[in-house]
């Protein structure tokens, strides 16, 4: 009885070690299943999209701002881009639905890898938990780019490289290939938040970050996302749509239908931060359209 007793007491021991250890198996949290966006007060940038020349609260240097004031939303009717997915740093932002699943390794039961999918597009993640490095610099860069994670607590620190330039919001403002992001993925109950932090050398001069709510719904699916490219618009060979520097006629729009002083739909890290509302109270108010045009000579 007492040999039997005490095999009891070194299994029971061995169970709590493998529970308590750090990096175990069960140092984790369950986070597989199908995820529905929630939109609340972000809906107008996620669905319609965000309104050409709207670049406040980023942190943006002037060469995004030179690069958004140049795109032309007919861009996306290039065969070309009709089907490219978002990069991994806005895929979230979309309106499809997330599946994730856990893979784990059978031997151990140790989680290996995180597979995401967001239903438009089909936009698919690998990410990496076995502890392998992320690649040279100048490996394969992609749309999800190459992440690792590791859990702190309860919350899935997420690191992603090797991105290729993509977009930060949807009305042309630039993301380059040398960023690079940090997610924290946090569950509470049915709710997940993953808040994103974007560092950008070439067009950032502060690290951006927003975070993005999920609700984990049994009854959501991820169907097949076919895309299939088709002549959209007659142009010339080679045609690419732009606006030339200082040639876009609608980046004051959004100030003027809003009535905010259009150096502070500019954008910028000073935009960030709540004593800029102090600063707006010295700036103009917008001008109307017309006084605009002709204040411009156009």
């Known amino acids: 009885m007492a040999i039997r007793h005490v095999h009891r007491i070194v299994g029971f021991a061995a169970v709590w070690v493998m529970v308590a250890l750090p990096g175990s198996a069960f140092a984790q949290i369950d986070m597989n299943g199908v995820w529905a966006p929630i939109f609340h007060e972000d809906q107008p940038e996620r669905v319609p999209g965000p309104e050409v020349g709207d670049y406040a609260g980023l942190p943006i240097n002037d060469a995004a701002r030179a690069r958004a004031d140049a795109w032309d939303a007919s861009l996306l009717t290039l065969p070309e881009h009709q089907c490219k997915p978002h990069p991994s740093t806005y895929g979230f932002r979309g309106v499809g639905n997330l599946r994730l699943r856990f893979d784990f390794d ?3 039961q140790r989680l290996v890898k995180i597979n995401t999918q967001i239903q438009w597009m089909e936009q698919k993640r690998e990410i990496w938990m076995d502890g392998r490095p992320h690649p040279p610099a100048d490996a394969l ?11 702190v607590g309860d919350i899935l620190e997420v690191t992603v ?5 993509g977009y930060l919001r949807r009305n042309g403002l630039p993301r380059s290939d040398k960023a690079t992001v940090k997610e924290y993925w946090m569950r509470n109950g ?4 993953v808040a994103a932090i974007v560092h950008d050398p070439v067009y950032l001069t502060e690290p951006f970050i927003r975070t993005t709510d999920y609700e984990l719904n049994v009854h959501q699916q991820v169907p097949p ?3 299939n490219v088709v002549q959209e618009v007659d142009r010339e060979k080679g045609a690419v749509p732009h606006l030339l520097p200082g040639a876009n006629p609608f980046t004051t729009e959004f100030a003027t239908r809003h009535g905010i002083p259009l150096e502070a739909t500019r954008g910028g890290a000073a935009t960030m931060y709540p004593d800029f509302r102090l600063k707006m109270k010295n700036m103009p108010a917008p001008l109307p359209p017309a006084q605009q045009q002709r204040a411009e000579g156009r």
Do not use: I, N, Q, V
């Open 106 to 108: 059978d031997a151990t």
């Open 141 to 151: 860069h992609t749309w999800a780019g190459f992440s690792t994670a590791r859990w």
């Open 161 to 165: 490289t090797h991105l290729k330039e």
């Open 190 to 193: 049915d709710y997940l938040t």
């Open 225 to 227: 996302y076919p895309c």
